[in-house]
């Protein structure tokens, strides 16, 4: 089990920086769909990607710290149902994938982290 973690941990961490680093760079995608789409303002998106590289180092130092790889994975299970429900909240419904997708990731961060 802490294989596939350290597995998951690396590439989930990997997809957070890209994700992370489109908000500080405003990628034009992101923000059609997070500003234009979800609502949330533009001074904000320093935030969200905070919240993303935060979550991303966790991951990697829970490898070796397992509480710390916990607290990470819960933290990034929240940020995802927020992010689920911000856009269901504006009827955006198909613009949950991604964030379904990274609310799965998240989960099972945070069960191969528990199950080792």
Known sequence: MHTAYVALAIV??????????????????????????VGVPLKYFGWLAACEFAGAVGLLLGIA???????AATGL????VGAITAHL???????IGPAAFMLGM????????LLT
Do not use: C
Request: hydrophobic share 55%; charged share 15%.
């Open 65 to 71: 710290w397992p509480l710390l790889g916990m607290a």
């Open 77 to 80: 299970i929240l940020y995802f």
């Open 106 to 113: 998240a989960v099972a961060a945070l069960v191969l982290r």
């Open 12 to 37: 989930f961490a990997a997809l957070l920086v890209f994700s992370g680093s489109g908000k500080i760079r405003r990628q034009p995608h992101q923000v059609k769909v997070v500003h234009e789409t």
């Open 89 to 95: 909240r504006v009827g955006d419904v198909k613009g």
